[in-house]
């Protein structure tokens, strides 16, 4: 699998994912962010926690998570609001509680540094992986693994599911979302390579019932596409 993905050896020489996205999806109009991102640049820091996103919430500002912390700075580096702690504020929440804009960044800064690590991430530190019974999906058989989270990561939920193909490319991720309030199955389709490294340029989350059953004929709650990305190394 890591193999298939671009091999762990070279993923740890990589000091920088730069991807250029469109996100959208009824998860952000619910919580009252329906433009999602258009065209904005997501930079990853595979080697600890960190998600920069330009623009973000709006032209001249940027959003960043860093370390479990959020703050939304202009692009002169002067900081207009920030958290220390951003994952209490959703004590209380319901599925349709709204979002200010420190609470979606949060959330879109941990979700996107735990998507374009993967899968890599699972071979980090603080994290437990066990194969489970295979899954079979439209003619398709997937191997699973399921994925035991340490609470210092932050990620969607403690355990977690991986699907992959018969050669070990990861076609769907299952999860509950504590801060969102929802099961989601994840899709991973239109696979390219950049810079020695195989990612998913399209994914699609849908709603999921207790079990593994997707509903992936209803409606997209995210749909991430990606135009481009850049790898850079030590």
Request: glycine content about 10%; charged content about 25%.
């Amino acid at each position: 699998m890591l193999d298939s993905h671009g091999g762990l050896a070279n993923w740890r020489r990589v000091t920088g994912v730069d991807l250029r996205l469109t996100l959208g999806g009824y998860l952000f109009e619910i919580k009252r962010h329906p433009d999602g991102l258009r065209t904005a640049l997501v930079k990853i820091d595979p080697r600890a926690p960190r998600t920069l996103i330009v623009p973000f919430p709006e032209k001249g500002d940027r959003g960043i998570y860093e370390g479990g912390k959020i703050r939304i700075q202009t692009d002169a580096g002067a900081v207009i609001e920030e958290l220390a702690a951003p994952r209490s504020t959703y004590e209380g929440h319901e599925r349709r509680t709204p979002w200010n804009d420190l609470q979606y960044l949060y959330f879109i800064g941990y979700a996107f540094w735990n998507y374009f690590t993967t899968p890599f991430l699972l071979a980090s530190p603080g994290v437990s992986v066990e194969e489970v019974s295979p899954w079979e999906e439209n003619g398709q058989h997937w191997r699973v693994l399921q994925a035991t989270f340490d609470k210092a990561i932050d990620t969607h939920c403690a355990v977690q599911k991986f699907y992959f193909d018969r050669n070990g490319m990861l076609q769907r991720h299952d999860y509950f979302t504590d801060v969102a309030k929802g099961n989601a199955a994840h899709y991973c389709m239109d696979y390219r390579t950049f810079d020695g490294f195989v990612f998913p340029t399209r994914r699609r989350v849908v709603s999921r019932g207790e079990g593994e059953i997707a509903a992936t004929g209803g409606p997209s709650s995210v749909l991430i596409d990606i135009e481009s990305i850049v790898v850079t190394f030590e």
